[in-house]
Every structure is written in structure tokens, then in C-alpha cells.
């Protein structure tokens, strides 16, 4: 435990590099933490809402005067 508390720093960067592909540290001969790199991150797909989100037509129209005033909007 304690060596793996000194040398953290070159540790992760053993998995960083891909030297290693997991670190186990163990106290006491038990294994009682595991060091991984991270998961792939899946790559993100455009377009998964389509159709499935809706904007009314006024959605850009300005606020009703009196809504307006209600959130602080003066009137002209």
C-alpha cells in the first residue's frame, strides 16, 4: 500500500502508456484496490432524437406583455 501511495504518479502513467493493462495493490497479500485505464468512450451517433423532439411554430414569437412584465421586461 504505501509504495503504491509513493509512486501513484508513475503508476498511472504505466496505464496511460499501455505498459500495463490493470495494477493491482494489495495490502497484507490481499489485492484491495485495482487500478484500470478508462472505457472507451463510445463514439456519440447525430441525430438519435430525431422526431422525437417538437418545437411549436411561436416558439421564437415574443412573450405576451403581461408575461413579459413578470419577468422584468419593461414596456416600450
Excluded at 499501455?18 to 441525430?47: C, F, N
Amino acid at each position: 500500500m504505501h509504495d503504491a501511495k509513493t509512486n501513484l504518479s508513475k503508476l498511472v502513467a504505466a496505464l496511460e502508456s499501455g505498459e500495463v493493462s490493470e495494477i493491482q495493490i494489495a495490502r497484507s497479500g490481499r489485492t484491495v484496490a485495482r487500478l484500470l485505464p478508462p472505457a472507451a468512450r463510445a463514439r456519440r451517433k447525430p441525430g438519435r432524437l430525431a422526431g422525437r423532439i417538437h418545437m411549436a411554430a411561436d416558439f421564437d414569437d415574443a412573450l405576451p406583455p403581461e408575461l413579459a412584465e413578470a419577468f422584468g421586461a419593461r414596456r416600450r
